[in-house]
Nanobody, 125 residues
Framework: QVQLVESGGGLVQAGGSLRLLCAASGCTFSSRGMGWFRQAPGKEREFVAAISWSGGNTYDADSVKGRFTISRDNAKNTVYLQMNSLKPEDTGVYYC??????????????????WGQGTQVTVSS
């Protein structure tokens, strides 16, 4: 059974930083693209960042470019999201997701078949 467990969320002031972690188990982590999505209250889930199976390619939403960095450690079955210069509009529940197609990375939610339970990020102004 595939499990994705996020951690690292919390409350931070605008301009601050957080580092999210997603620990994966029960899947061929090293062959899957991984992604981060977020959902703010009353809004649809949106793409944040994605990373290829090897970590060689990354993709960021325009809203987080230059502030967020996605990375992975295949030896630890873990994907990270370093979030700097946080803004109040970054507030939401952040979800980790595992892509369904080996060796392919997606920026849309349809490309992911396993999701974590989410971790809350709140940025105060």
């Amino acid at each position: 059974q595939v499990q994705l467990v996020e951690s690292g969320g919390g409350l931070v002031q605008a301009g601050g930083s957080l580092r999210l972690l997603c620990a994966a188990s029960g899947c061929t982590f090293s062959s899957r693209g991984m992604g981060w999505f977020r959902q703010a209250p009353g809004k649809e889930r949106e793409f944040v960042a994605a990373i290829s199976w090897s970590g060689g390619n990354t993709y960021d939403a325009d809203s987080v470019k230059g502030r967020f960095t996605i990375s992975r450690d295949n030896a630890k079955n873990t994907v990270y999201l370093q979030m700097n210069s946080l803004k109040p509009e970054d507030t939401g529940v952040y979800y980790c997701a595992a892509g369904w197609a080996p060796m392919v990375v997606f920026t849309g939610a349809g490309g992911y078949d396993y999701w974590g339970q989410g971790t809350q990020v709140t940025v105060s102004s």
